[in-house]
């Protein structure tokens, strides 16, 4: 392989990812600020280096998998983030699931490059682990197709959504609609219990039967409603208030989908 590939943000979702793009034959410069990720990634046979700016401009395509807008920002902007680090024809991808102005205000900081997509992603670490990962990809048509290669290292479905920012937009409403039906899941486990169906009963049926769903599949999976919240609600909680962000500033009312995020068992207010 000879593009190299930069990653900062091996975390729950990013360690993985570094370990399919080594597994598919990427040289992979990593930047990682803990020193037992560091220690298990530079094992597995990735470049560990000291800064994401290092990472960056080794790298013809960097990818950044951070929690939050906030560290996107910090990550990316400044004199030493991964834009003013990276080579002007460099790719960025941003697996971060935040509001659509921010990677905007990020991208018109260097107009001249690097090219900076937004890739936020559908699945779980064990879809990455697996090569099953859904990635959404905005921004140029040309630079989407330049990453899509090395993105299937950890993807099965890779999809261009058009210009820059409108994958957080397509991931934002998928993100409203998979906590409105998991809140709808857990009223439907309300309902058994009082017709004296077990959870995992009901969960198999419904990912199984005529009304299955991926979000009833997903806490079985996780073991439950207990640890479904425990696991996925800050990530959950995380993706609503930044749907909500963003469709406000829009003008936009979520109408029923608010109403059923808001009302249902799970706290993702």
């Keep these: 392989m000879s593009q190299v590939v930069g990653f ?4 729950q979702m990013g360690e993985p990812m570094v370990l399919r793009l080594v597994g598919a034959g990427y040289r992979t410069v990593v930047f990682a600020r803990r020193a037992e990720v560091r220690d298990r990634l530079r094992d597995a046979g990735a470049e560990v280096v000291d800064s994401a700016a290092e990472a960056a401009a080794a790298s013809d395509i960097v ?35 935040g509001t659509v102005s921010t990677i905007k205000d990020l991208a018109a900081l260097r107009p001249d490059g690097p090219t900076l ?11 990455i682990a697996a090569g099953k990962l859904t990635v959404l990809l905005g921004g140029p048509p040309e630079a989407v197709e330049s990453v899509r290669p090395v993105l299937a290292a950890y993807s099965a479905s890779i999809i261009a959504t058009g ?42 049926v419904l990912s199984e039967a005529s009304a299955r769903s991926y979000a009833a ?23 609503v208030a930044a749907c909500v962000s963003a469709t ?22």
């Design 8 to 11: 900062v943000g091996a975390g």
């Design 217 to 239: 599949d997903s806490i079985r999976r996780m073991g439950g409603f207990d640890k479904f919240e425990k696991v996925a609600g800050p990530f959950l909680r995380k993706d």
């Design 117 to 127: 997509l937004d890739g936020p992603v559908s699945g779980s670490a064990e879809d």
């Design 163 to 204: 210009a820059l920012g409108s994958a957080l937009g397509v991931k934002l409403v998928n993100n409203a609609l998979f906590a409105a039906n998991a809140q709808l899941v857990a009223v439907a486990a309300e309902v058994g219990r009082e017709l004296g169906i077990a959870d995992d009963q009901l969960l198999h």
């Design 63 to 97: 990818i950044a998998c951070l929690f939050s807008d906030s560290q996107l920002v910090e990550v990316l902007g400044g004199d030493d983030g991964l834009l003013a680090a990276a080579r002007p024809d460099a790719v960025i991808v941003s697996h971060t699931t």
């Design 248 to 269: 406000s500033d829009l003008g936009i009312d979520l109408g029923q989908l608010a109403a059923v995020i808001q009302k249902g068992p799970f706290d993702l207010g």
